[in-house]
């Protein structure tokens, strides 16, 4: 994606799991926006964006975030909302081992108290390495932590996938990790 679909990306993510009310719609009980109704509210606070914008945005984007329902024409977030949703996801059993990266500053906390959802519904949790580096760097330098995801299962934790194949549970107690650094 170049830098103006970068911009219209995080435009929908901060619309759609965020601030709807910042211009103006409302998200449905599952996350969900007439995406017409959506398009017209962008343009109305300077922000607009064509069905093609969109559509492209929606295709290209490298954690394929967002997703359309041709069905009914309407457009959600898949995940990482901060605004109530429910995304009626199925649990599921999670990969043995599972990886979050996060700021280094955050290391002792989250070795005392565990990894906590903070703002989102869910601790995000990656199927890779490499993917939580990713995560982690967003915020400059970073450690990765391993999840025992299997162990977690057995004891009764519930993980759902999201169809962008970010893992989500309610909490990561600190039993259940090994930092990988
Ligand atoms: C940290 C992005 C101290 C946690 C990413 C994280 C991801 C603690 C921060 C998705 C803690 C919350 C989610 C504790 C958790 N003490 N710090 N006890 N428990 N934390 O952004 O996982 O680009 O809400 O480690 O790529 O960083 O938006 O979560 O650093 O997939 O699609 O509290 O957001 O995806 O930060 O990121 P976030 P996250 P998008």
């Excluded at 922000?47 to 069905?71: G, H, L, W, Y």
Aim: aromatic share 6%; net charge negative.
């Amino acid at each position: 994606m170049d830098n103006t679909d970068v911009r219209r990306s995080k435009r929908l993510s901060l619309v759609l799991r965020h601030r709807p009310e910042s211009v103006g719609v409302e998200l449905d009980p599952h996350g969900w926006v007439d995406l017409p109704s959506l398009l017209d509210a962008l343009a109305a606070h300077g922000s607009p964006m064509t069905r093609d914008d969109v559509d492209r945005v929606v295709r290209c984007n490298d954690k394929q975030r967002f997703e359309i329902d041709a069905t009914l024409d309407r457009i959600r977030a898949r995940q990482g909302h901060t605004v109530e949703v429910d995304l009626d996801l199925t649990p599921s059993e999670p990969p043995a081992v599972l990886f979050h990266g996060t700021p280094r500053a955050n290391i002792e906390s989250i070795m005392t108290s565990g990894l906590d959802r903070r703002r989102r519904h869910h601790v995000h949790l990656s199927p890779d390495r490499e993917t939580a580096e990713r995560v982690g760097a967003r915020r400059g330098d970073f450690v990765v932590f391993r999840v025992d995801a299997a162990k977690m299962h057995v004891d009764g934790h519930i993980f759902w996938r999201t169809d962008n194949n970010v893992w989500l549970t309610d909490t990561v107690p600190s039993a259940y990790f090994a930092p990988d650094f």
